[in-house]
């Protein structure tokens, strides 16, 4: 029995006829070496490295093809032609680039494969994946796996079931002293718990990770996203000078790891941290840092990107204490800024604070104006602005009523409080104890 050739397999993809370098991989991947003889037998290795290439050059056929049916169908083949006959190295190797391979079919534009269903699809392989190296006893890539099966949880916002995953494994990792690992799950379990808004115990699982990872080296990367999470955390409690140092640490560690792996690509990471950067200064109002920190020469290849394009138009919306302005760039910017969770919930916050000052920067020359009129000079709907006054009159921002029989809006003055009453109630409180302690010592004279 020959083998097939692979160099002619090799010539006909070079060539682009896939169908027929198709055809050659699948008979390469189908050689049963039992059935040779002893001196083919001895070049097992041989064959396996065959069959290695042949995974891997089929994987690609099926993406240029585009063909998610084929693609998964070879993943489940190749776990029963690696059974037994291929390192572990090996094993994990390819699971892990077959894996990666379905999961980016999110980017294929393809009309059977959605968002939902590639990450549905993933979830489901990841798990075949994990049976399988449950039953071929390979415990270090079950525990890989299932770091991967938290996270495609977690990017389907299905944040119990990824910590379900993961406390298992925590324990697992301590009890292995497996360091590297403990930091990435811990990391995972903060990120979960974030998105859950348990915030205690999403800095405690941070604390636990920043804890292992002082222990070990640790890749930029990884450094990056502790101290991306650290910012994250500290904006949520509007400390937004230290999130700030955070953000930037981050930045800098992305743009390390970027450059030493020579990566050309769009930088979403790097965007989306200077992005946060760009959030601090501008809640923390110091407006005149921004343009100062776009000039330096790291951020230099990102100030044409939309998404920092967005950024500085909130800022000169907030810089011109200008409410309409900030809604057209949320209206405008739409993607880049309601579509990102810390973003949205930041803004929402300064949209509120915004709205208030216009509000009563307008209102304080007067005693009494038109609703109407207020309207026309902030330039939003008139049950926007009627919703905005009440609940300020209720929160007690200011003192007056809403007159909506004649549309008009009614200021009073602060009220003087006369603190005489609370006064005497303490001298009266004084007193009795003074009474009370003399009562005492009259009782023991006697």
Same mark, same amino acid.
């Given at each position: 029995?020959?083998?097939?050739?692979?160099?002619?397999?090799?010539?006909?993809?070079?060539?682009?006829?896939?169908?027929?370098?198709?055809?050659?991989?699948?008979?390469?991947?189908?050689?049963?070496?039992?059935?040779?003889?002893?001196?083919?037998?001895?070049?097992?290795?041989?064959?396996?490295?065959?069959?290695?290439?042949?995974?891997?050059?089929?994987?690609?056929?099926?993406?240029?093809?585009?063909?998610?049916?084929?693609?998964?169908?070879?993943?489940?083949?190749?776990?029963?032609?690696?059974?037994?006959?291929?390192?572990?190295?090996?094993?994990?190797?390819?699971?892990?680039?077959?894996?990666?391979?379905?999961?980016?079919?999110?980017?294929?534009?393809?009309? %059977? /494969? @959605?968002?939902? $269903? +590639? &990450?549905?699809?993933?979830?489901? !392989?990841?798990?075949?994946?994990?049976?399988?190296?449950? =039953?071929?006893?390979?415990?270090?890539?079950?525990?890989?796996?299932?770091?991967?099966?938290?996270?495609?949880?977690?990017?389907?916002?299905?944040?119990?079931?990824?910590?379900?995953?993961?406390?298992?494994?925590?324990?697992?990792?301590? %009890? /292995? @002293?497996?360091? $590297? +690992? &403990?930091?990435?799950?811990?990391? !995972?379990?903060?990120?979960?718990?974030?998105?859950?808004? =348990?915030?205690?115990?999403?800095?405690?699982?941070?604390?636990?990770?920043?804890?292992?990872?002082?222990?070990?080296?640790?890749?930029?990367?990884?450094?990056?996203?502790?101290?991306?999470?650290?910012?994250?955390?500290?904006?949520?409690? %509007?400390?937004?000078?230290?999130?700030?140092?955070?953000?930037?640490?981050?930045?800098?560690?992305?743009?390390?790891?970027?450059?030493?792996?020579?990566?050309?690509?769009?930088?979403?990471?790097?965007?989306?941290?200077?992005?946060?950067?760009?959030?601090?200064?501008?809640?923390?109002?110091?407006?005149?840092?921004?343009?100062?920190?776009?000039?330096?020469?790291?951020?230099?290849?990102?100030?044409?990107?939309?998404?920092?394009?967005?950024?500085?138009?909130?800022?000169?919306?907030?810089?011109?204490?200008?409410?309409?302005?900030?809604?057209?760039?949320?209206?405008?910017?739409?993607?880049?800024?309601?579509?990102?969770?810390?973003?949205?919930?930041?803004?929402?916050?300064?949209?509120?604070?915004?709205?208030?000052?216009?509000?009563?920067?307008?209102?304080?020359?007067?005693?009494?104006?038109?609703?109407?009129?207020?309207?026309?000079?902030?330039?939003?709907?008139?049950?926007?602005?009627?919703?905005?006054?009440?609940?300020?009159?209720?929160?007690?921002?200011?003192?007056?009523?809403?007159?909506?029989?004649?549309?008009?809006?009614?200021?009073?003055?602060?009220?003087?409080?006369?603190?005489?009453?609370?006064?005497?109630?303490?001298?009266?409180?004084?007193?009795?104890?003074?009474?009370?302690?003399?009562?005492?010592?009259?009782?023991?004279?006697?």
């Amino acid at each position: 029995m020959t083998v097939p050739s692979i160099k002619d397999a090799e010539r006909a993809f070079n060539e682009k006829d896939y169908s027929n370098a198709e055809k050659i991989y699948l008979e390469i991947l189908n050689i049963d070496t039992a059935l040779f003889d002893n001196q083919v037998r001895s070049n097992t290795e041989k064959i396996v490295d065959l069959k290695e290439t042949s995974i891997l050059q089929l994987s690609k056929i099926y993406v240029l093809q585009k063909d998610v049916e084929k693609l998964t169908k070879l993943l489940k083949d190749s776990l029963q032609i690696m059974s037994g006959s291929f390192a572990k190295s090996k094993t994990a190797k390819i699971i892990k680039l077959l894996l990666d391979t379905v999961e980016s079919s999110k980017s294929w534009n393809s009309e %059977k /494969l @959605d968002l939902n $269903s +590639s &990450l549905e699809l993933s979830i489901e !392989l990841t798990k075949t994946c994990i049976d399988w190296s449950i =039953n071929e006893k390979r415990t270090f890539l079950k525990q890989s796996l299932q770091i991967r099966l938290s996270l495609l949880y977690y990017k389907k916002k299905n944040y119990n079931e990824s910590l379900k995953i993961i406390e298992p494994l925590i324990s697992e990792f301590k %009890k /292995l @002293d497996d360091k $590297s +690992s &403990l930091v990435e799950v811990q990391l !995972l379990e903060s990120k979960n718990y974030f998105q859950l808004k =348990n915030y205690i115990k999403s800095r405690a699982s941070l604390t636990s990770a920043r804890t292992s990872a002082n222990a070990i080296y640790c890749p930029s990367t990884i450094q990056a996203e502790l101290d991306l999470m650290s910012g994250i955390l500290n904006a949520q409690d %509007k400390d937004f000078q230290t999130a700030y140092s955070y953000f930037f640490e981050a930045f800098e560690n992305y743009q390390l790891h970027e450059q030493n792996k020579n990566i050309d690509d769009d930088n979403e990471k790097s965007i989306k941290v200077l992005k946060y950067m760009l959030l601090s200064k501008i809640m923390t109002n110091n407006l005149n840092d921004i343009n100062t920190l776009l000039k330096q020469k790291v951020c230099q290849p990102f100030i044409n990107k939309k998404e920092i394009e967005a950024m500085k138009s909130v800022s000169t919306a907030v810089s011109n204490r200008s409410l309409k302005d900030l809604e057209d760039s949320l209206k405008f910017y739409t993607v880049e800024l309601s579509l990102d969770p810390i973003i949205r919930s930041h803004l929402s916050d300064l949209y509120d604070s915004l709205f208030e000052k216009n509000l009563l920067k307008l209102i304080e020359p007067y005693s009494c104006i038109e609703i109407n009129h207020i309207c026309s000079m902030i330039g939003l709907p008139k049950e926007t602005i009627e919703s905005k006054l009440s609940n300020m009159i209720l929160d007690k921002t200011f003192y007056g009523i809403l007159d909506q029989a004649n549309g008009w809006l009614i200021i009073y003055n602060e009220p003087i409080v006369d603190k005489s009453y609370d006064y005497s109630l303490e001298i009266i409180k004084q007193m009795s104890n003074a009474v009370d302690l003399l009562y005492e010592k009259a009782s023991s004279l006697d």
